[in-house]
């Protein structure tokens, strides 16, 4: 559909990430650890920055680490370095990240 098209009927509220007149917002009302910014480390970090002997000698495993290295974290993605081998992460994804150390990277 071309974006033009959009009317206020069109929206989708029930999406985390929806369109408003053809300009994506992006929801960082929930932006907790355990249920948004653990599971975008775990699906794109940790299968080399966990376990035994991870890359660069960065675990990204559990919150100590993530939160001790979140100012690296967010240099990599932001320059799109990380992850590596794989497409830069999406801005709204990004932004989910940087927000929750905005709000104090709390344990939550
Ligand atoms: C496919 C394996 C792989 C994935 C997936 C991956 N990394 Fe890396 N990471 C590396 C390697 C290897 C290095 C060492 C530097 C290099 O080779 O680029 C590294 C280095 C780093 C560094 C050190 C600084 C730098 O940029 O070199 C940070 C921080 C980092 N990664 C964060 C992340 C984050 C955050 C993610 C997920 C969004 C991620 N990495 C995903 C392999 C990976």
């Not at 775990?42 to 675990?59: D, K, M």
């Amino acid at each position: 559909m071309a974006t033009g098209l959009f009317t206020f009927s069109s929206c989708y509220y029930d999406s985390k990430e929806y369109i408003l007149g053809g300009i994506s917002i992006c929801d960082t009302t929930n932006t907790q650890f355990a249920s948004v910014v653990n599971p975008i480390i775990t699906q794109n970090c940790t299968a080399c920055h966990g376990g035994s002997a991870p890359s660069a000698g960065i675990s990204l495993e559990g919150y100590a680490n993530v939160k001790n290295n979140y100012t690296a974290i967010l240099n990599s993605i932001n320059n799109g370095s990380m992850p590596k081998g794989s497409s830069k992460l999406d801005d709204c994804t990004i932004l989910k990240i940087q927000t929750w150390v905005n709000r104090g990277a709390q344990n939550n």
